[in-house]
């Protein structure tokens, strides 16, 4: 292994460097996102439910998971205090932009490494061949020389395999997180949609009250 990496060059560190922090940042991605679909597939429904019956309780059960963004969102909305539907859907439209670069976090990273990592492999190659042919004299076609110089060219090479190891990895954990902000942003389109509808059913049944929404009103 040591001899395969000091055979890529000085481009081996660098890329060493992106896929340690690709890694690094992909472990912290796939926690982030197996704990927002674990703990909010029971929330949502729940808080939708008892809204409809006890809107206290439902900010309540909200406050308690303030940690999801889909929580943040929701809560941004119900304690702004007495809104009207239109000032309650835009309330939501704004928290939910809010958590978008939440949502995306090290996104354009993912996608900057899987687009550096093959130039800095290709560069590796180039400085690899370059040093290989300073060192192949006039007219040494054959023998040693011509075996040096295969040996080269093959070490050479080592950096762009690795470059486009690393930036294939990269790019499948892009797309994967991409996908998961995609459906992620789509749930809160739908579970935003449902909120407002049971806002606007509560405010024709006279459920909802300047008191009840207020900030800092619940024990």
């Given at each position: 292994?040591?001899?395969?990496?000091?055979?890529?060059?000085?481009?081996?560190?660098?890329?060493?460097?992106?896929?340690?922090?690709t890694l690094t940042l992909a472990v912290e991605?796939?926690?982030f996102w197996l704990q927002i679909g674990r703990?909010?597939?029971?929330?949502?429904?729940?808080?939708?439910?008892?809204?409809?019956?006890?809107?206290?309780?439902?900010?309540?059960?909200?406050?308690?998971?303030?940690?999801?963004?889909?929580?943040?969102?929701?809560?941004?909305?119900?304690?702004?205090?007495?809104?009207?539907?239109?000032?309650?859907?835009?309330?939501?439209?704004?928290?939910?932009?809010?958590?978008?670069?939440?949502?995306?976090?090290?996104?354009?990273?993912?996608?900057?490494?899987?687009?550096?990592?093959?130039?800095?492999?290709?560069?590796?190659t180039v400085l690899g061949l370059m040093q290989?042919?300073?060192?192949?004299?006039?007219?040494?076609?054959?023998?040693?020389?011509?075996?040096?110089?295969?040996?080269?060219?093959?070490?050479?090479?080592?950096?762009?395999?690795?470059?486009?190891?690393?930036?294939?990895?990269?790019?499948?954990?892009?797309?994967?997180?991409?996908?998961?902000?995609?459906?992620?942003?789509?749930?809160?389109?739908?579970?935003?949609?449902?909120?407002?509808?049971?806002?606007?059913?509560?405010?024709?049944?006279?459920?909802?009250?300047?008191?009840?929404?207020?900030?800092?009103?619940?024990?």
């Amino acid at each position: 292994m040591g001899n395969w990496f000091t055979a890529g060059g000085v481009v081996m560190w660098p890329l060493l460097l992106c896929s340690l922090l690709t890694l690094t940042l992909a472990v912290e991605r796939g926690w982030f996102w197996l704990q927002i679909g674990r703990q909010q597939r029971g929330l949502v429904p729940q808080a939708l439910s008892t809204f409809s019956q006890n809107p206290q309780r439902a900010i309540a059960k909200l406050k308690q998971h303030q940690q999801l963004p889909i929580a943040r969102i929701f809560l941004s909305a119900l304690t702004l205090g007495d809104a009207t539907p239109e000032e309650f859907r835009l309330a939501l439209e704004s928290a939910a932009q809010a958590e978008l670069p939440v949502l995306k976090r090290f996104q354009t990273l993912f996608e900057t490494v899987a687009g550096v990592a093959p130039l800095l492999g290709l560069l590796g190659t180039v400085l690899g061949l370059m040093q290989t042919f300073s060192n192949l004299r006039l007219g040494e076609t054959s023998g040693p020389a011509a075996t040096g110089v295969t040996a080269g060219v093959s070490e050479a090479l080592v950096s762009t395999a690795s470059g486009l190891v690393v930036a294939l990895v990269a790019l499948l954990l892009a797309n994967l997180f991409q996908g998961l902000y995609r459906r992620q942003r789509s749930f809160i389109l739908e579970a935003g949609g449902k909120l407002e509808i049971l806002y606007r059913r509560a405010q024709r049944q006279g459920l909802i009250s300047s008191n009840v929404y207020l900030p800092g009103s619940l024990p």
